[in-house]
């Protein structure tokens, strides 16, 4: 079954499963691609579909799976680069704004939407800071306006007292508050849904989506690669190769100096924060451009992040994942602590996560808080581009110049590029007509993944929070899930809490011999 479409979208079948990509992966080794793109987070599959969009052939490939790697270990957030306002990178700030307006408003409005956020205001926070951080509340509401994004969709920021900041904070002490500032920003929900999304609408336009396919070495004319299924080793052939590995890009391209930085995100309990319905920017102590961020969930956990710290040595296979290592989570709940009536212990973290990001090796050895987040396209000496840096709320940016520089160094016949305007599978040009849950996170083909459910009510059993088995049989048949953990990890988040995820395995396994 093709999924549901309603409105402008990709021109052909956007469904990815294990016959698709077997497929397609032998199709792949019988000619010479375009473009190759190695890598499947946010800025590779929003290279394929840049790249497949503007009519040139593409295969992309990853030793794992979709959003294998940071690009689902974010904060979630599609921010518009308050951070880099403290700092004085008004440019980068600007370009946050310009794309985080069109996933809100055009390519992702399912995926995307705006939440608030306070920064409480305790003893803590001088009137110095007070004043300084709704400077950049204001100015980032200027970027929004000159993004032209709606005022509807991003409510400008405003001052609440301290009896209205404990209304939407109930955890937050009272003694000694004198209210909060609240703002907007954009959120996903689930920011690997985004990346399946993108993948998905490059298959649509033909790109060939090749997960479980490891690039073992580059070329400027493709890669040897090794199908992680069945071992066999082969080589890919293109006109022009597009390293989007990420944090693993310097291991196949040796020019490419990064410094990976940690960052690790906090899962409480439900209720350890009595259910707050309002995000929090946290100042670090002694810090003036860096915040803590409290993420309330709708399963009723509550993240908490990031730290931003140097790993060094070789980075850890995607499959290995990343340690969080104590001190992490001491740290963070420090600072949760700081504006807290009642601590938090250990106790109340049900989880912990964290992903390193790919930043640029910059001059000296400083904290990698203060390399830059800006991307770069980068060109070996041999001729394979590499594009590295940035975040998530400019992925497409990040594709767009990628493939721009791509087709530029190789003479390849391509259109202008259309992403800017081109809408992701599942985004809806009308109401949807389906539970809320299922189109927040499939938007207009909610009602195909209800349609399974009246097909089989068996589907219907919760398997996890805010999960059911039709989610799982969704992912086996559309959305290229090939393994337990490609379900659990990836497609959906149960396994941020090893019990949760140790519950759903038997659901995993029984999705994919049934779908």
């Excluded at 956020?117 to 200027?142: C, F, H, I, K, N």
Aim: with cysteine; hydrophobic share 45%.
């Amino acid at each position: 079954m093709r999924p549901a479409r309603r409105g402008r979208r990709a021109t052909g079948d956007t469904s990815l499963n294990a016959a698709r990509r077997a497929r397609e992966l032998a199709q792949a080794r019988e000619t010479v691609l375009d473009v190759l793109v190695v890598g499947l987070g946010a800025t590779g599959a929003g290279a394929a579909l840049d790249a497949a969009a503007r009519g040139l052939s593409v295969a992309a490939v990853d030793a794992c799976d979709l959003a294998a790697g940071t690009s689902r270990w974010s904060s979630k957030l599609i921010h518009g680069g308050l951070r880099y306002l403290a700092s004085g990178r008004l440019g980068l700030a600007a370009e946050s704004a310009v794309e985080r307006g069109i996933l809100l408003t055009r390519t992702a409005p399912h995926l995307v939407r705006a939440h608030p956020y306070l920064l409480p205001l305790t003893r803590g926070v001088s009137l110095g800071q007070e004043a300084l951080a709704m400077a950049g509340y204001r100015l980032g509401d200027a970027l929004r306006a000159a993004a032209r994004t709606p005022r509807h969709l991003l409510p400008g920021p405003v001052r609440l007292t301290a009896e209205q900041a404990i209304e939407h904070l109930p955890a937050v002490e009272p003694g000694g508050l004198r209210g909060a500032l609240l703002s907007w920003d954009g959120r996903l929900a689930d920011d690997a849904r985004l990346v399946v999304a993108i993948a998905r609408t490059a298959a649509g336009h033909g790109a060939r989506v090749l997960t479980r396919c490891r690039a073992l070495e580059l070329y400027p004319d493709g890669a040897l690669a090794r199908d992680e299924l069945t071992g066999e080793t082969f080589r890919l052939r293109a006109r022009a190769t597009l390293n989007a590995a990420g944090v693993w890009a310097g291991g196949l391209v040796p020019s490419v100096a990064l410094r990976p930085s940690r960052g690790t995100h906090l899962v409480l309990r439900p209720g350890a924060l009595h259910g707050p319905p309002a995000g929090m920017h946290l100042p670090l102590p002694g810090e003036r451009a860096r915040f803590a961020l409290v993420l309330p969930q709708r399963d009723g956990r509550v993240h908490v992040g990031l730290t931003d710290e140097p790993v060094d040595g070789p980075v850890p296979d995607v499959l290995d994942g990343v340690d969080v290592p104590e001190r992490d989570v001491t740290f963070l709940l420090g600072a949760l602590n700081s504006v807290l009536s009642t601590p938090l212990g250990r106790a109340d973290v049900a989880g912990a996560y964290a992903g390193l990001r790919p930043l640029l090796a910059g001059a000296g050895t400083g904290r990698t808080a203060d390399l830059s987040r800006r991307h770069a396209v980068l060109v070996s000496p041999e001729g394979v581009v590499t594009v590295v840096g940035g975040k998530l709320t400019t992925y497409r940016r990040m594709a767009e110049d990628a493939v721009d520089r791509l087709v530029a160094l190789r003479g390849l016949q391509a259109g202008a590029c259309r992403t800017r305007r081109l809408p992701l599978v599942g985004a809806a040009t009308e109401p949807v007509r389906a539970p809320w849950r299922l189109v927040e996170r499939y938007g207009a083909e909610a009602p195909a993944v209800r349609a399974l459910v009246q097909a089989d009510p068996a589907l219907a059993e919760r398997v996890g929070p805010g999960v059911t088995a039709a989610d799982l049989v969704w992912a086996v048949r559309h959305e290229g899930a090939l393994d337990a953990g490609d379900l659990l990890d990836r497609r959906t988040r149960i396994g941020l809490v090893p019990r949760d995820r140790e519950a759903a395995l038997p659901a995993a396994e029984a999705a994919l011999n049934t779908a």
